[in-house]
């Protein structure tokens, strides 16, 4: 393992900027220096300039789908791990529905020991929940996963969950974080039937967020938030699409104390309704991206401290996938790639601040899931580092998309910042547009299982 020592940067971290030089020694952050500080560098170590250059705590996803194992013609833990960290996104939390769905322990361990020896990122794996396998899911190790995941609404494999009994178990007893997709189900399918009269199979992209609507969502996540308050349970809100849903969240707390917290995608921010007209099938997800009145609430309680945490959703699907008339095509699309760039330009527009997006997809991600020595630039911490150029002027292309898709629906948008580089536990694998990954199974280089101080 290489010792680096990275100086001349302008390291933002917990609502500071500072110039410090980082010393890193055996996958952690050895040693916080002083610019003026006089010091003697251990031998073997590596000396990277980084003037003109910012360094970020590596972003923490959590919420991908990177559809290994059983869906990999869309996307796989090494094409996926490999524009994550591209993003400067070192550490994920993927979803249970694969092919098979991640619905006992012996699946998810499998699927941890799969990931071992291809993610370059750091990750963790939740469980899935299903009708009928509550005492399974009940067996989960909180110190070693991420959380227990619910589908309200059903989306991409199906996991819907809808058994009353099951629900209240598990909201009941469940040792750690259980996190939602919130979507009611029978007001989606009376939306879809109403679209289908009135149109046929000839239903317009820009009926997508009227069929998975507001009273949708809003209907949902206040039925898991009730459920929650009645049994005291840890609940984490995934993808937050409506200003209306921000209503059942507060800032009365510190994220560290609270009980109910909940996320906004990237999408959910950066697009509205008016974009299905150039976008299509492209800007399909589930919940559906909805009004620009939507965006602009969910921004403010971001602000505010009532969302805590800005993931991605990143769901991958072939183009001729996607390439489709409403009803076939399927909902999701890539994004880790392009996610911290696309937050920066908005900080760039002045929406909000650097510091606030370092907080909202780096430490508030490490705090909400209670993640062992990440998501903050601190002595003895992981040294997971996304280093960006802030004046580099680059356009989203087929030449530079690196999901295995091969599109993203930032394609044609021009961003004024750019990763340079990624470190991911003290290994320094994404350096300008090269990857260190050593061979397909060099353990060595690869990112690690998180561990959870629960």
Not at 102 to 121: H, M, P, W
């Amino acid at each position: 393992m290489s010792n680096y020592f990275l100086k001349n940067a302008l390291v933002i971290n917990e609502n500071q900027k500072q110039y410090v030089n980082i010393l890193i020694q055996d996958q952690y952050i050895s040693k916080i220096y002083n610019v003026e500080e006089q010091l003697k560098l251990p031998e073997n170590c590596e000396v990277i300039d980084l003037s003109g250059k910012w360094i970020l705590p590596g972003v923490i996803d959590d919420q991908v789908h990177f559809r290994d194992p059983g869906l990999t013609k869309k996307g796989n833990m090494i094409s996926e791990s490999r524009a994550a960290v591209a993003g400067g996104v070192t550490s994920f939390m993927d979803m249970p529905n694969t092919i098979p769905n991640v619905l006992t322990q012996e699946i998810l361990e499998d699927k941890y020991q799969y990931a071992s020896s291809r993610s370059l990122a750091n990750y963790s794996f939740y469980m899935g929940v299903s009708n009928d396998n509550a005492e399974e899911v009940l067996k989960t190790d909180p110190k070693t996963v991420c959380g227990i995941k619910i589908f309200l609404g059903a989306s991409t494999g199906n996991m819907l969950v809808d058994r009353q009994e099951t629900l209240e178990k598990l909201f009941a007893e469940a040792p750690m974080l259980i996190a939602v997709h919130c979507e009611d189900e029978p007001t989606i399918q009376a939306n879809h039937n109403a679209a289908i009269e009135k149109y046929g199979n000839d239903i317009p992209i820009n009926m997508h967020p009227d069929i998975r609507s507001h009273e949708a969502c809003y209907k949902s996540s206040s039925f898991a938030v009730g459920l929650a308050k009645k049994h005291g349970t840890r609940l984490h809100v995934l993808h937050l699409s409506t200003a209306k849903e921000t209503e059942l969240f507060f800032n009365d707390l510190p994220l560290e104390e609270k009980k109910i917290t909940a996320e906004v995608c990237v999408h959910h921010l950066w697009f509205e309704r008016k974009d299905y007209d150039e976008k299509g099938t492209l800007i399909k997800w589930n919940p559906a991206v909805k009004d620009r009145e939507d965006a602009d609430g969910l921004l403010k309680a971001l602000l505010e401290g009532k969302i805590d945490v800005i993931a991605t959703d990143h769901a991958p699907h072939q183009l001729v996938e996607k390439d489709n008339p409403y009803l076939k095509a399927p909902s999701g699309a890539p994004m880790v790639q392009h996610s911290l760039v696309a937050m920066l330009e908005m900080a760039k527009q002045g929406k909000l601040s650097v510091e606030q997006v370092v907080e909202k997809m780096s430490h508030n991600p490490a705090k909400l899931y209670q993640i062992e020595k990440r998501g903050f630039i601190r002595e003895g911490f992981f040294a997971d580092l996304a280093i960006v150029d802030p004046e580099k002027k680059w356009e989203v292309d087929k030449d530079n998309i690196l999901y295995l898709c091969g599109w993203s629906p930032m394609e044609g948008q021009q961003f004024n910042s750019q990763v340079s580089q990624t470190f991911v536990s003290g290994h320094l694998v994404y350096d300008a547009g090269k990857f260190d990954d050593a061979g397909k199974f060099d353990d060595s280089v690869k990112g690690k299982r998180l561990s959870f101080d629960r």
